[in-house]
C-alpha cells in the first residue's frame, strides 16, 4: 500500500518568510509524528498527534512552530518567520497506535533551507 | 527520561564480513528498541524491533540484533555484509513507563561495505 507522503521535497525560502509542510500518513494509522534531522545529526522530536487527543507539543523548539492534523488524516506543520536554523530535513512518521510498541513508518522528507 | 547512545559515527566492514553497529540506552522502565536504516536522500526505513521475549530479533533484509538487558545494549548484526547494507543506520528507543510516545534516536552510524 502506499507509504507516508510529504510534500514538497524540497523548499528554499527567504529569511523571515512563513512555510508550511505536509504529511498525508499511511490509511488506518492513529498517530503521526513531525521530527527535524538536521546536517549530521539525529532525529529531534517535535509534535504527536494521537486520535483525537491534544498533541503533544512539549518538542517544538520555539512559539514560531505550530501544527495542526485536520480530520485525523493530513498533518501541516507550520513555521513562521523563518530563521537560518530552521534548515533541516523535517519528517513526518505515522503508526498504527500511539503505544510505544508500534514501529513508526517515515515519509521521505522536506528538505527546507532558508536563505 | 530516555536516551540512547550509538558510539560510533563510522564502520567499515569488507564485503561478505560480518558486521556489528553498537546501540546502548537508558531508560526508566522496559525499552521498546528499534532499528532504521536511512539511504541518501531518502526517509528512515523500520529494520526491527525489540518489544518482549527472544532477545534476538531478526528483521529485514538479513539483519539481526541482539537484546541485553544487563549491558543495555542492543547491537544490530548481519552475518555477511553486502555493498548495498552503505547506509546510515539509527537506533531508537522508548521506555514503556513514560508518558512520552515518540522515540529518541541515537546520532546514528554511518556504515560503509567495501567491495
Known amino acids: 500500500g502506499a507509504g507516508v507522503s510529504q510534500s514538497p521535497s524540497n523548499k528554499v525560502t527567504e529569511k523571515g518568510k512563513d512555510v508550511e509542510l505536509r504529511c498525508d500518513p499511511i490509511?488506518?494509522?492513529?498517530?503521526l509524528y513531525w521530527y527535524r534531522q538536521s546536517l549530521g545529526q539525529g532525529l529531534e522530536f517535535l509534535i504527536y498527534f494521537q486520535g483525537n487527543s491534544a498533541p503533544d507539543k512539549s518538542g517544538l523548539p520555539s512559539d514560531r512552530f505550530s501544527a495542526e492534523r485536520t480530520g485525523g488524516s493530513v498533518s501541516t506543520l507550520t513555521i513562521q518567520r523563518t530563521q537560518q536554523e530552521d534548515s533541516a530535513v523535517y519528517l513526518c512518521?505515522?503508526?498504527?497506535?500511539?503505544?510505544?510498541?508500534?514501529?513508526?513508518?517515515f515519509g521521505p522528507g522536506t528538505r527546507l533551507t532558508v536563505t | 527520561a530516555q536516551s540512547v547512545a550509538q558510539p560510533e559515527d563510522q564502520v567499515n566492514v569488507a564485503e561478505g564480513n560480518p558486521l556489528t553497529v553498537k546501540c546502548t540506552y537508558s531508560v526508566s522502565g522496559n525499552p521498546y528498541l528499534f532499528w532504521y536504516v536511512q539511504y541518501p536522500n531518502r526517509g528512515l526505513q523500520f529494520l526491527l524491533k525489540y518489544i518482549t521475549g527472544d532477545n534476538l530479533v531478526k528483521g529485514s533484509y538479513g539483519f539481526e540484533a541482539e537484546f541485553n538487558k544487563s549491558q543495555t545494549s542492543f547491537h544490530l548484526k548481519k552475518p555477511s555484509a553486502l555493498v548495498s547494507d552503505s547506509a546510515l543506520y539509527f537506533c531508537?528507543?522508548?521506555?514503556?513507563?513514560?508518558?512520552?510516545?515518540?522515540?529518541?534516536f541515537g546520532s546514528g552510524t554511518q556504515l560503509t561495505v567495501l567491495p
Open positions: 531508537a528507543v522508548r521506555d514503556d513507563t513514560g508518558s512520552a510516545r515518540q522515540l529518541t
Open positions: 512518521a505515522s503508526s498504527l497506535g500511539g503505544t510505544g510498541s508500534y514501529e513508526q513508518y
Open positions: 490509511s488506518g494509522h492513529t498517530a
